[in-house]
């Protein structure tokens, strides 16, 4: 099993982008990348901990790729706003790939030149790649939210 962690705004419809997908065998939503150790999601809202919320995804590489991984994480935010998605505001919502391995890198810095190359954006793509620090879970009533509220989406 491998792990990588992704940003891309609110955690909770970014670890139902991933959930579902065979070949995942689980996902937490968390924190990672701030300064505060074992921050509260309050701690993180406060944008004083520099955390981000993330997913972080437990995988079987025989079953997905990390590349077929890294092709959900573009698809499922927009990798141009800076410190946002949509409605939601500030670094926490920042979008980011924590990689734990050199191959989680490469193949990040990689598939981040191929969506710059695609011609999609409109304005430069700002997402960080980074190395994976400590994980963070959030608190449980956060962990499969849209699922135990039977929704696949954030939308209303």
Known sequence: MEKITFGAGCFWHVEEAFRRLDGVVSTRVGYMGGTKE???????????????????????????TCDELLRVFWDCHDPTQLNRQGPDIGSNYRSAIF??????????RVSLEREERTGRYRRPIVTEI???GTFWPAEDYHQQYLAKQGRSSCRW
């Open 130 to 132: 980074t190395p994976a």
């Open 99 to 108: 990689f734990r391995t050199p191959e989680q890198e490469a193949l990040a």
């Open 38 to 64: 074992q921050p509260t999601y309050e701690d993180v809202c406060s944008h004083t901990t520099g955390h981000a919320e993330v997913v972080e995804v437990t995988f079987d590489p025989g079953r997905v």
